[in-house]
């Protein structure tokens, strides 16, 4: 498993070394779309790069580059559902991997929390991709969305970049240390698990 982490590692890294910016905007689009790629995969690892100084990329930029895909992959799947409706957003969206309870689950969150649950979904799981399709249906003003989603997306990528800066400075860490790499994922994952569970199944079924 720790040949396996460390080769997957080493083959993004080349990656973020030739794309630069570019990819990170790319992957952190996907992350915002259909694809559920995790920005906690994204963002650590380039950090880390920049950090031991094998890359010509900032921390600041690599925050600026995720929030801006963020922003990028937010909007598509804003303007398909504004466009779709949802009728067709329901019909047709499990063959992009979203169920309609993924919708519905949406659509309660959005009417919970309205334009302050855009900016409070970019630091959640599942709900951070699906989030765009209820404010597209409901058709919210395309500026508030991007200034809920931009602003959302930035915050969320600076506490990755944060945890990833003091991250770099475990020498055990750095040197991929198994143990080390297992207690940060443990920790990251039962903080975003415990968040995820109390605001989006809690919350979101007290809305019912």
């Not at 790629?37 to 950090?51: D, G, Q, R, T, Y």
């Not at 929030?67 to 990028?72: D, N």
């Not at 559902?81 to 309609?100: D, H, K, M, N, T």
């Not at 309660?108 to 630091?123: A, D, N, P, V």
Request: glycine letters at 10%.
């Amino acid at each position: 498993m720790h040949d396996l982490v460390q080769r997957l590692l080493a083959s993004y890294q080349h990656a973020l070394q030739s794309g630069g910016y570019a990819y990170i905007v790319f992957l952190m689009a996907l992350e915002s779309s259909v694809v559920p790629l995790p920005s906690e995969l994204v963002i650590p690892p380039a950090i880390l790069l920049v950090l031991a100084g094998n890359s010509t990329m900032t921390v600041p930029g690599i925050v600026i580059a995720a929030a801006l895909g963020s922003l990028i992959g937010a909007c598509i799947m804003y303007g398909g559902s504004r466009i779709a409706g949802r009728p067709l957003v329901v019909r047709y969206g499990r063959f992009f991997l979203i169920s309609q309870e993924k919708i519905e689950r949406a659509e309660r969150w959005s009417e919970r929390f309205g334009s302050f649950g855009i900016f409070l979904s970019r630091m959640l799981p599942v709900v951070r991709h699906l989030i765009g399709i209820p404010a597209g249906i409901v058709r919210m003003t395309f500026w508030k969305f991007c200034v809920y989603t931009l602003a959302g997306s930035a915050f969320w990528c600076g506490v990755l970049a944060y945890i990833s800066v003091v991250a770099g400075k475990d020498e055990r860490l750095m040197h991929g240390e198994i143990r080390e790499i297992t207690i940060w994922v443990t920790v990251a994952a039962a903080v975003l698990g415990g968040a995820y569970y109390f605001l989006v199944h809690r919350l979101s079924r007290k809305a019912d």
